[in-house]
């Protein structure tokens, strides 16, 4: 009998404590965010190739961020000179790797468009976490060059679909000075 209600304690004990931890909230998601708001919430918005990543210890020694530098090609909004340093939370220094699962990796030499807002620091930031980041890539048929575009377009009805919509919905992709338009779109 005595087996028994240490065995029905620690049954309720472990309930108990899955009920606890089961109503705690992970806010560690990035909200999903349209071009439209990428585009609204940023202070510049570029497209570039990126030249380096370094990581490094912030300030305090105790988180590492990487700082990426784009070289630009063009800007859609706001302007940040020739070369454009971002800091980005996460990075490997060593054996030591801090990762930020909403954040988005860059790689030298890969091309990207970047959503980027001026933090009161005077830190770029990405704007949206890995939304704010697309990369451009050259398509293997016609030789031009896309952005691969994170957005969807469920529950719209065809008809209702731009030609742009439609290979965008198909391939994921849009063409670089179609997405230029429709961000500048954005801007007015």
């Not at 065809?158 to 992709?173: E, N, P, Q, W, Y």
Request: charge should be positive.
């Amino acid at each position: 009998m005595e087996n028994l209600k240490r065995i029905l304690c620690n049954f309720y004990w472990l309930i108990a404590l899955v009920m606890i931890f089961s109503s705690l909230e992970c806010n560690a998601q990035a909200k999903g965010m349209s071009t439209r708001e990428l585009t609204r919430k940023s202070t510049s918005v570029v497209y570039g190739k990126c030249s380096g990543v370094k990581c490094k210890w912030n300030q305090s020694q105790d988180i590492i961020v990487t700082e990426v530098t784009i070289v630009p090609e063009g800007y859609v909004k706001g302007n940040l000179g020739g070369q454009v340093v971002l800091t980005v939370p996460g990075g490997r220094i060593g054996d030591i790797i801090y990762e930020v699962s909403e954040m988005p990796v860059f790689e030298p030499g890969e091309e990207v468009f970047a959503f980027i807002y001026r933090h009161p620091s005077g830190k770029n930031l990405i704007t949206g976490g890995f939304h704010g980041k697309m990369k451009i890539e050259k398509d293997k048929a016609t030789g031009k060059r896309m952005v691969k575009s994170k957005k969807a377009h469920k529950n719209v009805p065809v008809h209702d679909l731009t030609d742009v919509d439609v290979r965008t919905a198909a391939t994921g992709k849009t063409l670089l000075e179609d997405f230029i338009k429709e961000v500048e779109g954005y801007l007015k």
